[in-house]
C-alpha cells in the first residue's frame, strides 16, 4: 500500500472492500473524493503514540494508526508483513517502532529524495520461503552536503 491502515479494514470481511473503491481516483481532489478508506490508504501514517486511530495527521488529511491496528489487521486478513512507502526513511526500509516483529515496515526507493534528504533508496526481496531482504542505494551527494535531514521528513 502507499499510505496505511483505515478503520474501514478492521470492520471488512474480506479485502475485496478494496474492490469497491471507485476507479480512478479523482487527480484535482486529495481527499479520494470523500472515500475515507482510499484516503487512509494514500494518507495515514503509523505512529507509536497511537495506540488505534487518531483523527489528525501532520500532513492534514489521513490519520495516524498505531501497533494494536498492525496486528489487527494482521490476524483477520493472515497477512505476516504489511509493506507501505509514503515517508522518507533514511536507510531506505525501517520496520515499525524500529522492530522487525511489529508486522509493517516502510520502504521508500528514492535515495536522495528531492535532492533536498541524504536518505537511501531500499527494494525488498521476498524469498521463495517468504523470508525478505533489503537493497539500499545510497545517496550520492555533493560534496559540500553532509548534514542528514529529520527521519520522517518529507
Known amino acids: 500500500m502507499h499510505g496505511g491502515l483505515s478503520p474501514g479494514l478492521l470492520e471488512a470481511k474480506s479485502l475485496d472492500i478494496l474492490d469497491k473503491i471507485s476507479r480512478p481516483l479523482p487527480d ?16 495515514a501514517d503509523p505512529d507509536i503514540n497511537v495506540r488505534l486511530f487518531s483523527s489528525s495527521n501532520r500532513r492534514g488529511i489521513g490519520r ?31 520496520f515499525f517502532n524500529d522492530d522487525a516483529s511489529s ?7 528514492a535515495p536522495h529524495y ?15 520461503d517468504m523470508g525478505v531482504s533489503f537493497k539500499v542505494f545510497k545517496p ?11 527521519k520522517r521528513s518529507e
Open 28 to 43: 484535482n481532489r486529495i481527499s479520494a473524493d470523500g472515500n475515507q478508506l482510499a484516503t487512509d490508504l494514500l494518507w
Open 103 to 109: 508486522g509493517l515496515v516502510t520502504l521508500f526507493t
Open 114 to 128: 528531492c535532492g533536498q534528504y541524504d536518505n537511501s533508496g531500499a527494494i525488498m526481496r521476498v524469498a521463495k
Open 140 to 150: 550520492q551527494l555533493p560534496n559540500n552536503n553532509s548534514s542528514r535531514r529529520s
Open 64 to 94: 495516524m494508526f498505531g501497533q494494536e491496528v498492525i496486528d489487527r489487521v494482521r490476524q483477520r486478513f493472515g497477512i505476516d508483513l504489511i509493506v507501505r512507502a509514503h515517508q522518507v526513511v533514511l536507510d531506505g526500509h525501517e
